[in-house]
T-cell receptor
Framework: KQEVTQIPAALSVPEGENLVLNCSFT??????LQWFRQDPGKGLTSLLL???SQREQTSGRLNASLDKSSGRSTLYIAASQPGDSATYLC????????????WGAGTKLIIKP | GAGVSQSPSNKVTEKGKDVELRCDPI?????LYWYRQRLGQGLEFLIY????????KSGLPSDRFSAERTGESVSTLTIQRTQQEDSAVYLC??????????????FGPGTRLTVL
């Protein structure tokens, strides 16, 4: 059974720092992995989607990597800003279901001005 | 609107009452999903609709939970005889179609349900 873990559960860093959020999954057989951002009262916003055949995806200050063999993904945020404060969730799509996503519990990120 | 919308945004109810949550997917999206997110936890899949096919109800936690969708439009999630453990944020998502390696789900803002 696929399980997704995100560590740490919470992270607080000063503005301007580069940081890495971690996501691990127990079964390397995945279709893709997505990183989402969750803001209170605003639902989830998809940040990056990495196909199983890809190693990384970039969007602006965000870079997500995927290492299927080790069951790990990282989300790198460069030059962090207070507006980056949110909960970051990762989710994997698994082959035994074409639509279900298996979710981590998220990392709550606080960027201090 | 361009995104998925949900109503109400917040719902407070008493134990034992029924509640109905609404989701309006993105126009043209044939697939619709309901998830539940308890405090500090990841999302739990509840139910999935794809066009006119029979829905996948495998994630519904009990027979108190039910959902309907008319064609490819609005969906309602109904919780009967609410219990305190039903307190959570209920999220709806839609996607252009089902399956496929790259298909993305787009989420609504959620309904925060509190059962007293």
């Amino acid at each position: 059974k696929q399980e997704v873990t995100q560590i740490p559960a919470a992270l607080s860093v000063p503005e301007g720092e580069n940081l890495v959020l971690n996501c691990s999954f127990t079964d390397s057989a995945i279709y893709n992995l997505q990183w989402f951002r969750q803001d209170p009262g605003k639902g989830l916003t998809s940040l990056l989607l990495i196909q199983s055949s890809q190693r990384e995806q970039t969007s602006g200050r965000l870079n997500a990597s995927l290492d299927k063999s080790s069951g790990r993904s990282t989300l790198y945020i460069a030059a962090s800003q207070p507006g980056d404060s949110a909960t970051y969730l990762c989710a994997v799509r698994v082959p035994d279901s074409n639509y279900q996503l298996i979710w981590g519990a998220g990392t709550k990120l606080i960027i201090k001005p | 609107g361009a995104g998925v919308s949900q109503s109400p945004s917040n719902k407070v109810t008493e134990k034992g009452k029924d509640v109905e949550l609404r989701c309006d997917p993105i126009s043209g999206h044939t697939a619709l999903y309901w998830y539940r997110q308890r405090l500090g936890q990841g999302l739990e899949f509840l139910i999935y609709f794809q066009g006119n096919s029979a829905p996948d109800k495998s994630g519904l936690p009990s027979d108190r939970f039910s959902a309907e969708r008319t064609g490819e439009s609005v969906s309602t999630l109904t919780i009967q005889r609410t219990q305190q453990e039903d307190s959570a944020v209920y999220l709806c998502a839609s996607s252009l179609t089902w399956g496929g390696m790259g298909n993305e789900q787009f989420f609504g803002p959620g309904t925060r349900l509190t059962v007293l």
